[in-house]
């Protein structure tokens, strides 16, 4: 075990408060106070003369949205508010969201907001103009979802009940571009389940530049098989059926179309001669005569960008790439495209992910930035100045640093000067730029520059909160690295003790895990709220760790998809192993080794339980995923292929077929309602450890869906779980 040179101790605040006793870390406080959350700056929306952005406020007397000048951080004009809205329409409006046109004249107003699932929601839309002072509902009937402007202005596109329409803002004319939709069958404009968890698309439609034409996706479920849960409360339950392919079933078939507004002609797109398919991203050209998209195989080991011609549907390949594993969507759809039409955009291919610039035809003409370190995002590239400014870890993994390089490759400058992680909202006219960063010594700080870097205000530093966590006694967080199970391979990870830690002393030991393909939990932030459930439990004994295996994130390519094919094996076999490294420490207590995780990480926990029986004692899985054939199929088959094709790959690390090698203590909870990863992975690994005759422990949370929150869930569930680790490690 190599300790780094990021070692943190988190008594640096201890001056705020060095002549007070220190409180006792709780778990009230933690999860249901909310005591350790710090302050931001929240929904910037940058407005078009680069000199002001507007931001939402909420108060005891009502919704604004409010003109910020940048220089000063003061409001200086109120652009709408709830009671003006209200007094137009007489009757009760709350701002949920809202959006601007493109001259800033009339702003789209959402109230009554209603979440369908992680990305997508329905709601009420309402146009106000500010110049008229007018307000008028965008349409009649049911909800609506993704009301996006014109870029024009004058026309406002949005879905409701499965079908795409447009209104005209002059006349308030509605005209429907499809009208076949139907829930559980025909979505036109909107992503379907797994479309919107796994390529992140809840809105699929997309104005082109001019605005007279629409490009939509549509998908058709119809054969898609149905998963239905029980929701509880009512005397007879309530059934919530929806479409869910799981791994090496029936997807949707999906369509591209254009629509032109003045001809109202569709156009269909053609995918080429292949069905089964995905087409998850899309991208107008400048002249607004061409639509790019993103092609892929369902094996996810083919990825094509194509051109279509808005007129006919016919297409040109720009590039193409191909692997043994898998081409990571994430790491190849940072697509921008240029006023000649050439672009730049970014991809992993040579191991790391980097920027390059490619001509009109698609032909590569340069790699600007390279080396054995990945670039995480590109935040902007300012088309006049030909600069691209971006996010990446070259400084270290643990760490997002702020750059900015030209397009030849030359003149690369890191703009960020302060350790830690950065997020970066950059204006329209590349002027300015609010910095969003923090690290393990230091909460969020927020911080408006210059296109040089320089820092002109001070938004947000979150002095109360560092306040906060001074008047509690608080451990250490030490950064290291540890050997992965080849004894060669370099992990990241932290340890927390306690505040008295005393190293003649002998500590039980959890480890918390994710673990899955191209997560990061190690990292160089501010410490959240589950950190500090950590430093409760280091203050009652326990020492906590964390590792990122191999197959998760921040160290290129062949480190993350080394697990292709076989999910779990080796990222438990390095978990396992990092527990036996912990275990030769003197101050820990080998006997006393736990594990817990949500999610993919639950699934972990399990697993490592299982196949470290001789290591670990103790495990809780939250949300587990407990066998790769129920989960769905763009991710799973992203990194295992079909079970049609692997079927070991799914099976031989399955905790299902592992329960036999049970031997510690194993908590299991989850979410009935979990439309994710459904609680049916629950049940079929209690089935099997029932009868395996293991005893174990579980827990269900009624009508909770994968984040078990809402009505106490959250405390009930951190209190549940530590007193089962009081108890049982």
């Known amino acids: 075990m190599k300790k780094s040179l990021l070692l943190f101790t988190l008594c640096f605040w201890g001056a705020f408060a060095w002549a007070q006793a220190k409180k006792d870390l709780n778990i009230d406080d933690i999860f249901k106070n909310g005591v350790f959350r710090g302050q931001s700056v929240y929904g910037i929306n940058w407005m078009k003369d680069g000199q002001y952005y507007s931001s939402m406020i909420r108060d005891i007397n009502g919704d604004f949205v409010v003109k910020m000048d940048i220089q000063s951080g003061l409001p200086v004009d109120t652009l ?25 004249q009339k702003i789209l ?73 139907q829930y559980n069958a025909l979505l036109h404009g909107m992503g379907d389940w797994v479309y919107e968890e796994e390529f992140s698309i809840a809105k699929a439609f997309k104005w082109s530049p001019d605005s007279k034409k629409l490009a939509y996706l549509s998908f058709d479920e119809s054969e898609v098989k149905e998963f239905s849960m029980a929701m509880y409360g009512s005397l007879y339950p309530v059934e919530y059926k929806f479409k869910y392919p799981k791994a090496g079933e029936k997807n949707s078939d999906i369509f591209l179309s254009i629509y032109d507004l003045a001809s109202s002609k569709t156009t269909a797109i053609d995918k080429g001669s292949e069905e089964d398919v995905y087409i998850p991203r899309m991208y107008w050209s400048n002249d607004s005569q061409h639509l790019s998209y993103i092609w892929m195989n369902r094996l996810q080991n083919e990825l094509e960008l194509r051109a279509a011609n808005a007129t006919d549907g016919k297409f040109e390949l720009l590039l193409k790439e191909t692997s043994k594993t898998y081409v990571d969507l994430d ?152 050997k992965a199970a080849d004894g ?37 932030s501010f410490p ?65 080794i736990g594990i817990w995780g949500w999610s993919f990480g639950g699934y972990m926990s399990s697993l490592c339980l299982m196949k470290g029986a001789d290591v670990f004692s103790t495990a809780i899985a939250v949300a587990p995923v407990t066998n790769w054939r129920y989960y769905d199929t763009i991710y799973t088959e992203r990194y295992q292929s079909t079970p049609q094709l692997n079927p070991n790959g799914y099976d031989d690390n399955s905790p299902v077929f592992h329960v036999d090698k049970l031997e510690g203590n194993f908590f299991l909870i989850h979410g009935t309602a979990d439309d994710n990863v459904h609680f049916q992975n629950a049940v079929e690994l209690e089935n099997a450890l029932i009868s395996a005759n293991k005893q174990f422990r579980s827990f269900y949370y009624p009508n909770r869906n994968h984040g078990i929150y809402g009505d106490n869930a959250t405390r009930h569930l951190y209190t549940m779980m530590t007193n089962y680790i009081l108890e049982k490690l």
């Open 80 to 104: 709408a508010s709830s009671k003006g809205l209200t007094d137009l329409l007489d009757k009760s409006i709350r701002i949920d969201a809202y959006h601007f046109s493109a001259d800033e």
């Open 109 to 181: 107003i959402e109230t009554e907001h209603e979440a369908i699932y992680r990305r997508s929601w329905k709601a009420f839309y309402y146009v106000y103009d500010r110049q008229a002072n007018t307000v008028v509902a965008l349409a009649e009937g049911d909800k609506q979802s993704f009301a996006t402007f014109s870029p024009d202005g004058n026309k406002v596109a949005f879905v409701r009940n499965n079908n795409l329409f447009v209104t005209d803002l002059a006349t308030m004319e509605e005209t429907a571009v499809t009208t076949d939709g």
């Open 331 to 482: 790491f190849n759809d940072q697509i921008e495209f240029l006023a000649d039409g050439s672009f730049i955009r970014t991809s992993e291919k040579d191991g790391y992910k980097h920027i390059y610039l490619h001509d009109a035809s698609g032909k590569e003409i340069r790699q600007i930035t390279n080396g054995a370190w990945e670039v995480s995002t590109i935040v902007g590239v300012d088309k006049k100045k030909k600069k691209i400014y971006f996010l990446s870890r070259e400084q270290s993994s643990l760490e997002d640093q702020f750059y900015v390089v030209d397009y030849k490759g030359k003149g690369k400058k890191q703009l960020s000067t302060r350790e830690g992680n950065h997020r970066i909202n950059f204006s329209g006219d590349f002027k300015y730029y609010i910095q969003y960063q923090s690290n393990v010594e230091q909460p969020l700080r927020v911080t408006l520059h210059n296109a040089k870097g320089q820092e002109l205000k001070v938004l947000e530093e979150n002095q109360a909160q560092a306040e906060t966590w001074a008047n509690y006694q608080i451990g250490t967080k030490e950064f290291m690295t540890v």
């Open 488 to 524: 060669q391979t370099d992990l990241n990870a932290y340890m927390i003790k306690p505040a008295d830690f005393d190293p003649n002393k002998k500590y039980p030991l959890l480890m918390f895990v994710y673990g899955g393909p191209g997560s990061q939990m190690v990292k160089n």
């Open 528 to 592: 959240s709220s589950r950190d500090a459930w950590y430093f409760m439990l280091a203050n009652q004994g326990y020492l906590v760790a964390c590792v990122d295996n191999r197959g998760t994130g921040g160290k290129g390519r062949d480190f993350k998809h080394i697990t292709y094919k076989d999910l779990g094996k080796i990222e438990s076999e390095d978990q396992i192993y990092a527990a036996k490294s912990f275990a030769q420490e003197s101050y820990i207590d080998e006997s006393r």
